[in-house]
């Protein structure tokens, strides 16, 4: 088994086939851990991991601190709401403070993209990116690509289709780069101006229509809605969109009869994913929630420096 | 010595006399590990407790937080200011994402009457109500039992007399089914507008006037005047709320010689308690809070499903 | 070596020379736990550390707790923002009640000068004032003055100039009865309407103009300009400020060669420091630190009654 070479997990664009390998079976080894009586090994005890959340994400947090805590590591946790690091203070001098408090992991989200790159530069610790900006969001790619391996066996030679505001998603330009990567065909399909001009250079074939995406798709991945994030100009109405690209029982008839349905979460029920599709048989998303804790305790251990073999309580 | 037999606690309407008896014992023998020159005892260790507060109740989740500590679980706090888990998802759904994270314990704090038996339908962890609405107020009324136990040596046969805004009061009506289920008898006052029609449906007794209400009374227990949450036409004037049924030292002496005088906290001195009375050897409000981590340690312990004979140190 | 013979921590001008040094001591040969692979000793177990910050202070919250985790203490945080604790209660209210949950020590930060003292006073528990309105900061000065020793050798014999806001900062009132208690002499320096009229009383000199005032230093400490605490009309422009006050490499070269410069953080880059100062060979700021992390790590082990043999792994 080889070994993770790498300070920090900024994007998926840094990983090569075999990182990404390293890590889906690292996970794989470790996910057994959350199910045991005792959910709890020695291997990371005495390391501090601070988990720096510019933006709030209760979901994100969880998963890391949950993933820390069942390796026995220290957690501290840093909201950017009433954080007085934050004020008059860069994200660098903010980055050497944290450093002089010797961490062993920082895990950062930040609604700039490539702030986590600049986090890296500054500290010794290592760093991961828990979604920046509209750049990537590796973790979810990886526990994505987890339990699509899961589920199907492998990843290479599945066809994968991604729904909705592609240009503004950091999951979906995560998942395209390591799926494509890990020799999946990546189809992506939404409104017109939610589709990047770049879209095919990133390896994805972009089909308008979601009825031709979904033709013969192993893998369904729904993005949400950023409500909150959203130009209200990018689509007339929520209805509307709904009416073309939210993910019915009727639409899921166009993939494979074994075809498994994804989404990040939050899901915006009756948006971009009916109930329906989403409690049925064919959906994985509450697998996906299991899976990050699993993905992230992998990604700290390899990060730290344990190696594959001693993991073991 | 029994067992206790529940997923949940959700309610003491839920728990048979030998139930509260045991939980009462339990946090008995508990009890002195908060003493303890290293008040720790490894009974949970890599067990996890998600504390999950929609309300803020800064004391009610330290001493859930401090309970689970001294049992070596881990903790994890999720607020519901900034918590996106919350936003655009129903409970439901963030019932099954924290479940999909394999919790042992969530322990919710809502505004909502019954939200903690929603989320207990949905997840396999054991859910205990720190607190729902107007519903009940479990572990306060079980902390609160405790403290007069103590006191009194038992519960049966006691007269107790709960005064305040008797409608609004998870606490008044966890206590009174508490109390009347362990054979002690509860009077209840307070202004006709904070009273409930059905209260005598309750087991307790109305007497209107407080002076009639505490006569040898062997326990009263006042309830804290939610300035937030009171609509202000419920009675004229703070003062004059405070003048009839602020608990004066005049009044104590109405009950029993040797009556002891609760509070849940936080005090509203000079409104519905006078320092006087609080501050008086009557007075076993911090005690309260004292047996509240030995109760919580109890609750916790009974439902990650220890028996009672295994939890030395 | 000596014993620490105090309860509590609650301000520089309570302590003795041997208390500062066995401080400080204590501090040194716990510094190396943070280097460690395994960052954790058990000198701690089982002991309760609240965090209790009414003023937000992300960063001294988070050396606290570093602090506690290192020496295996739980640790437990409040902050102000939705701290129902504080609403309707008095500070003495909350001190008994926090009390009444047997913490080991309650770490204050306070916007009232003297808020520790009161705490102090109600509760059993070690109290360590973490910076009460404009009083004291004394950990602030700890970290400072083991900062200047680890650089210079000693403290006593040492000319130190503390520059800015001297009139609102806890932070110089702190370094000056510390510092002129370990046989250093200090200088202050500012605009007339940020200096306190007694500052010859507190024991250190007062020059008004910044270049007389630099002159054969062996430290520089410059003072944060709380912008937000500011009164507007202490000075006219943060231009005019920074042209008199503001730390430039010209100034510096007023001191001595080896002289060294120090900022509590955060740092206003190009108000009251330049990046040129902050980032050059003198500037121990990221050092102070460091060694912030160290000193609490001793305070607690000192105030929770470890003495200075035990402290070992």
Redesign the interface.
Known sequence: MGKFDHKDLLGIGQLSVEDISLILDTAESLKEI???????VPAL????V?NFFYE????TR??F??AA??LSA?T?S??A??????????LK??A????????DIIVLRHSSSGAPHLLAMEVSAGVINAGDGINEHPTQALLDMFTIRERKGRLHDLDVAIIGDISHSRVARSNILGLTKMGARVTVSGPPTMMPVEIEALGATLVSDPVKALKDKDVIMMLRIQ??RQNKTLFPTLREYSSFFGLTMRLVREARGDVIIMHP?????GVEITSEVADSPYSVI??Q??N??AVRMALLYLLIGGSKGDNAD
């Open positions: 959350s199910t045991r009586d005792i959910k709890k005890r005495g390391k501090s601070v709030p994400s209760t979901r969880i998963s601190e949950m805590k069942r220290d501290v840093i909201s709401s009433g954080s007085s690091l934050v004020k008059g203070e860069t001098d903010t050497r403070n944290l450093q002089a408090m010797n961490p409500l909150e979460g939050p899901l915006n029920r509450l697998d929630v299991t990050g804790v």
